[in-house]
């Protein structure tokens, strides 16, 4: 028992972040028809981000500093990817997010090395509870993302950008008629979701390591949470993000324990995930039919 | 007749182009050929790939996986399946044999998870390709007792010879190997032009267009995209049973996730759907690669040192400009949109 509420602690901590990834996702599939494939590389941007500030100046001003250029960038990637002259389908967007994607992993490796970075947390030690250990990291994590979650969701209800998202996700050409410019859209839809993406890789490298190669898993990993909403819901994306965290955490640490497999368990960790991010899409396909 | 008469002449005109092909293999140096190898190999799964995406309108983003299982199909059946007895030789089987078996065990494969693959439309096949991809990587690390993993990789050094004719040596692809491969993009290319032109072409355009109407108006289209995903996967994994040959040597950084990004890219460039420009693409691209590689591993350029993982930055960065760049601005292909100019430029000619 108290193994396995270790798994779902680290779990629901790694899930949060996936969970803010795929949030992102579903704003920008929402406001725009767009995958962003470029999604984890705006989380692997704030890691790194985030390592190169964290010695030089607090941590709270360095991670903030992180998640705000983060979110710059994002906007421009917002502007390019929309397309131009109503000529680019929501496919192409998604190949033109997957070439940004590229440029900004080869970009990180000329200015990282292809080293996993990360920093100490400010915490000292762990807390025990019952016998299981809580990195206050974790915990961290998990809050922020909840709150970042809530924030977002009051945000799209009580202020106008936030009406004129819900307004385009509704209907792009009603939007349109009305006068909301859905490039304009695009660029803040891109720009939130950037800095979300960002804020749970400054959180979560401290007990997960960022390398200039790891935008692929994430962003894999964070489609799987929005494809748990179908892609349209904020609040599943978050419950997907939750359950393929500690899916994951559980495949790993029990496959452990079945004999014969042992040492190579752990090194079928990504492929795990994979499997379970594709029986999960595979599913919420199954149901888009019968719907 | 007029028609048929343009058809019969773009016949020849890709008969006399596949002959040239095939002639300059025995022209080049060692050097260059391994590169007009590699181009030749990349152009038969652009091919495959292009049929794909243009005709069936099913983006992979994990054609660089079936490419991997037929090397390593080939490779291990040659070596043996039992890794305690590869040091014996002759414990697998003739190589000849295993080039044949690979794209079939490929195509195999992709036909068994196909069917649910296949299932899945737009952006989920294509995160789902993707994830393939990185589920074979893992296990082709996971597994390093069968497949010799990183390190030491596996060494297929067991020669490839036909009809006791020697298609590559102990210093790997001879130009004979070279000449087979470029004979073999000829084939493809006949192969796929065929099915462009035939019913099953027709229908997979149908399909491409929306699979709501082509399934109104009769066509089976799970049964056409399976189809097409098959071939396109055994395509994919006979260019990787001959270049497991060719290089004598297999370990997983040589199928990393950028190759399958890699064939996105020149069947972007080369227009989809076009067979042609998937050729050219290939080509275009291979060259581009190998250039930019070279390029980085010069000590330094235009007075600035260069770092070690310059030769990676380079290639991915300008591939990724040019996806950026193609996608945005030419939809259709660089080829086509180039075709297009040029017709434009031409003076406009009356037909009677």
């Known amino acids: 028992m108290k193994e396995f509420l270790q798994l779902v602690v680290v779990g629901v901590s790694t899930g949060s972040a996936y969970a803010l990834v795929g949030i992102g996702m579903v704003l920008i599939f929402r406001t725009t028809g767009i995958v962003n494939f470029a999604q984890g590389s705006f989380a692997v941007l704030g890691g790194l981000f985030m390592v190169a500030l964290v010695d030089d100046i607090h941590g709270l001003v360095a991670g903030l500093a992180a998640v705000l250029v983060v979110a710059f960038i994002g906007s421009l990637v917002g502007f390019v990817a929309v397309g131009f002259r109503h000529r680019t389908t929501p496919l192409a967007s998604l190949i033109i997010t997957l070439g940004i994607a590229l440029l900004i992993t080869s970009l990180n490796l000329l200015a990282f090395g292809d080293r996993p970075h990360t920093y100490p947390t400010i915490f000292d030690r762990a807390w025990d509870i019952g016998g299981v250990l809580v990195q206050p990291q974790y915990v961290l994590v998990a809050g922020v993302t909840l709150l970042a979650a809530l924030l977002l969701t009051l945000g799209l209800q009580r202020t106008i950008a936030g009406q004129a998202l819900v307004a385009c996700a509704d209907s792009r050409r009603a939007a349109e008629l009305v006068g909301i410019d859905v490039r304009a859209v695009a660029v803040v839809a891109f720009a939130v979701s950037a800095g979300l993406s960002a804020l749970g890789w400054v959180l979560l490298t401290p007990v997960d390591p960022v390398n200039y190669d790891s935008d692929v898993r994430i962003a894999i990993n964070g489609f799987a949470a929005a494809a748990f909403g179908g892609l349209a819901s904020i609040r599943l994306a978050y419950v997907g993000g939750l359950v393929l965290g500690v899916a994951q955490q559980l495949v790993v640490g029990y496959a452990d324990k079945i004999p014969g497999l042992g040492q190579q368990a752990r090194q079928y960790e990504l492929a795990a995930a994979l499997v379970i991010m594709l029986v999960l899409i595979g599913w919420r396909a199954r149901n888009e039919v019968h719907e | 007749m007029n028609l048929s008469r343009s058809r019969t002449l773009r016949l020849a005109g890709t008969l006399a182009a596949g002959s040239f092909a095939i002639w300059l293999s025995y022209q080049l140096s060692p050097g260059d050929r391994s590169l007009y190898t590699l181009m030749g190999l990349y152009a038969i799964v652009a091919i495959g790939l292009s049929l794909l995406i243009g005709f069936a309108g099913q983006i992979s983003l994990g054609q660089g996986a079936f490419y991997a299982l037929g090397a390593y199909t080939a490779g291990i059946l040659t070596v ?79 020669p490839l010879e036909i009809f006791g004719l020697q298609i590559t040596g102990v210093t790997g692809g001879t130009a004979r190997h070279t000449a087979i491969v470029w004979g073999l993009v000829l084939v493809t290319l006949l192969v796929a ?160």
Do not use: C
């Open chain 2, 193 to 352: 032009l065929n099915l462009v032109g035939s019913r099953a072409g027709r229908a997979l355009q149908a399909i491409a267009t929306s699979e709501r109407t082509a399934a109104a108006a009769g066509i089976n289209v799970s049964a056409y995209k399976l189809r097409l995903f098959v071939l396109s996967a055994g395509l994919a994994g006979l260019a990787g049973a001959l270049y497991a040959f060719m290089l004598q040597f297999l370990s997983p950084d040589a199928f990393g996730v950028f190759l399958s990004i890699q064939f996105v890219v020149m069947v972007a460039v080369g227009g989809l759907g076009s067979v042609y420009g998937a050729v050219v693409g290939a080509v275009a691209i291979t060259w581009l690669e190998h250039e930019l590689r070279e390029l980085g591993a010069r000590p330094s350029l235009l007075g600035f040192d260069l770092p070690d993982q310059a030769p990676q930055v380079f290639s991915v960065g300008v591939f990724a400009v040019i996806l950026i760049v193609v996608i945005l601005f030419f939809p259709r292909g660089l080829l086509p949109a180039l075709g297009d100019g040029i017709r434009r430029l031409r003076p406009v000619r009356h037909e009677n």
């Open chain 2, 80 to 158: 043996g399946l039992d890794p305690d007895d590869r040091l014996v030789s002759e414990a697998g089987i003739d190589p000849a044999l295993a080039v044949v078996a690979a794209p079939i065990l490929t195509g195999l494969v992709a036909a068994v998870i196909g069917v649910p693959l296949l299932r899945l439309r737009g952006h989920y096949l294509a995160f789902a390709t993707l994830a393939l991809h990185l589920i074979l990587l893992a296990a082709i690390f996971a597994q390093s007792g069968f497949t010799g993993g990183q390190d030491p990789g596996l060494a297929v050094i067991e």
